[in-house]
C-alpha cells in the first residue's frame, strides 16, 4: 500500500514535468516508479518508451514497448507506439501491421487510422489510404487533417470533384488555414475558374507568407497573361522564402520571357547557387536559350565546373 501511494506521486511529478517537456525530470521519476512497481505497471513503461522516443532513442522506446506488450498483448498504445517509430525509420511494412494491430484492439484509434493511411499513402498505396482516411472520417468528420490529406490524394488522382468536397470541408472546419486555401486554389484552377483560384492563393499568402508553393502557383496563372504580374508575385516570394531555389529559377524564366536577359541570368546563377542540380535542366530549358549564351552565365558555369 505504501509502494502504492509513492508509485502514483512519482507518475503525477513525472506527468507534470512531461507536460512540462522537463524529459530528463520525467524520465528520472518514471525510472523511480519503474523500480518500485518492479517493472509491472504497463502505463508507467509506456510512458518511458514515450519518453526515450522523444529523446531520440528508438531503440531503447522499442524495448519498452515490447515489455508492455509481454504483460499485456492487448495493449493497443504499445502497438501505436511501435508502428510509429518503424514510420518514422520508414519501415513501412512493419508500420503497417502494427498499426492494424493497435485498429484490431481498438476500432476507435483515431490517431492509428490517421498514421496509417499516410503510411499507405507515401507508400503508393492509394486506394488503402483512401479507404483508411474514410473510415477515420467515418468515425470522425471533423478531422481536419484527414479531409485534408484525403482530398490531394483525389486531386493526384485527378478526381477533382472529390477533392473539391474535402478541401471545403476542410475550410469549413478551419477556414484560415492556408494550406486548405492553397489547395482550394490547385483545384479551381484545374476547373479553369481563374479568378477564384487566384483569390484563394492570395489569401493563403496572407495567411501565411512563407509558403513558397502559393507563391509559385499563383505567378504561373499569370505567366503568359501578365507576364511583369507575376515577376511582382515571385519576387514578393523571395522577399519572404529567400532561400528558394525554385522561385528564382521561375523568376529568370519570367524575364527571359520579357526579354530581360541580364536579370535573367542573375536569378538563375542565383538558382544555381541555392540548388547545384538545376544545371542539367537549365542547359534543356528553350525558355532560358539566350540566357544561357551570354557570357555572364558561361563564366559562372567554367568556374562552377571547375
Not at 180 to 192: D, R, S
Not at 274 to 302: G, H, R, T, W
Amino acid at each position: 500500500m505504501k509502494d502504492d501511494v509513492q508509485i502514483n506521486k512519482y507518475l503525477e511529478k513525472a506527468e507534470e514535468a512531461f507536460e512540462e517537456n522537463k524529459l530528463i525530470k520525467a524520465l528520472d521519476l518514471y525510472n523511480k516508479a519503474y523500480e518500485l512497481s518492479n517493472g509491472e505497471d504497463v502505463d508507467t513503461i509506456i510512458n518511458l518508451a514515450l519518453i526515450y522516443d522523444s529523446l531520440g532513442k528508438s531503440e531503447k522506446a522499442k524495448d519498452y514497448y515490447k515489455e508492455a506488450l509481454n504483460i499485456d498483448d492487448y495493449e493497443e498504445r504499445a502497438y501505436y507506439g511501435l508502428a510509429t517509430i518503424h514510420d518514422e525509420e520508414e519501415n513501412y511494412e512493419e508500420a503497417i501491421k502494427l498499426y492494424n494491430k493497435a485498429i484490431y484492439i481498438n476500432p476507435n484509434y483515431h490517431k492509428a487510422y490517421f498514421f496509417l493511411a499516410n503510411v499507405y499513402d507515401v507508400s503508393g498505396k492509394k486506394d488503402l489510404a483512401i479507404e483508411t482516411y474514410e473510415k477515420l472520417l467515418n468515425l470522425n468528420p471533423m478531422d481536419f487533417w484527414a479531409n485534408l490529406n484525403l482530398g490531394c490524394i483525389y486531386e493526384e488522382r485527378n478526381e477533382n470533384g472529390a477533392a473539391y468536397k474535402k478541401f471545403s470541408k476542410a475550410l469549413k472546419i478551419d477556414s484560415n488555414n492556408h494550406l486548405a486555401l492553397f489547395n482550394m486554389g490547385v483545384i479551381y484552377y484545374k476547373l479553369n475558374m481563374i479568378e477564384k483560384a487566384i483569390n484563394f492563393y492570395e489569401r493563403a499568402i496572407e495567411k501565411d507568407k512563407n509558403y513558397e508553393y502559393s507563391y509559385l502557383n499563383l505567378a504561373v496563372i499569370y505567366k503568359y497573361t501578365d507576364t511583369k504580374k507575376g515577376i511582382e508575385v515571385l519576387s514578393s516570394g523571395i522577399n519572404n522564402c529567400s532561400e528558394t531555389h525554385f522561385l528564382y529559377y521561375n523568376r529568370s524564366c519570367f524575364y527571359a520571357l520579357i526579354g530581360e536577359e541580364n536579370k535573367a541570368c542573375e536569378d538563375i546563377i542565383m538558382a544555381l547557387k541555392l540548388y547545384p542540380k538545376f544545371l542539367k535542366y537549365i542547359l534543356e530549358d528553350e525558355e532560358l536559350e539566350k540566357v544561357i549564351k551570354l557570357s555572364s552565365f558561361q563564366d559562372f558555369v567554367a568556374k562552377y565546373s571547375l
